[in-house]
Nanobody, 131 residues
Framework: VQLQASGGGLVQPGGSLRLSCAASGFTFDEYAIGWFRQAPGKEREGVASISSSGTFVHYADSVKDRFTISRDNAKNTVYLQIHSLKPEDTAVYYC?????????????????????????WGKGTQVTVSS
């Protein structure tokens, strides 16, 4: 299983980025995927998750008006579109899933942002928001 995040960079406040998470080594279209981030000196936090089909998504309250998660199962890729970037969005962004179809991202029927069950983590991509 491999997950590779890309698309980060240095952006001015108010700018936009699209992060990509390319996956291989598993049946991608059967797995829920989560995006997480970790800023220096802070704990890792979940920002968005998406069901295997892409029908259902979930966001952290802090980002839900600015972040959009989507996926293209034909390309084995999950995207995170970020608008109106703020300095507090500065972090390393990771995509992740678990060994059981991303099931640990669910709480009952609903997606969550719990990273504790994730087994596979992509190499992150750095997002820096600064003027």
């Amino acid at each position: 299983v491999q997950l590779q995040a890309s698309g980060g960079g240095l952006v001015q406040p108010g700018g936009s980025l699209r992060l990509s998470c390319a996956a291989s080594g598993f049946t991608f279209d059967e797995y829920a995927i989560g995006w997480f981030r970790q800023a220096p000196g802070k704990e890792r936090e979940g920002v968005a998750s998406i069901s295997s089909s892409g029908t259902f998504v979930h966001y952290a309250d802090s980002v839900k008006d600015r972040f959009t998660i989507s996926r293209d199962n034909a390309k084995n890729t999950v995207y995170l579109q970020i608008h109106s970037l703020k300095p507090e969005d500065t972090a390393v962004y990771y995509c992740a899933t678990d060994a059981n179809y991303g099931s640990s991202l669910y709480r009952g029927r609903f997606l969550s942002l719990d990273s504790s069950g994730m087994d596979y983590w992509g190499k992150g991509t750095q997002v820096t928001v600064s003027s």
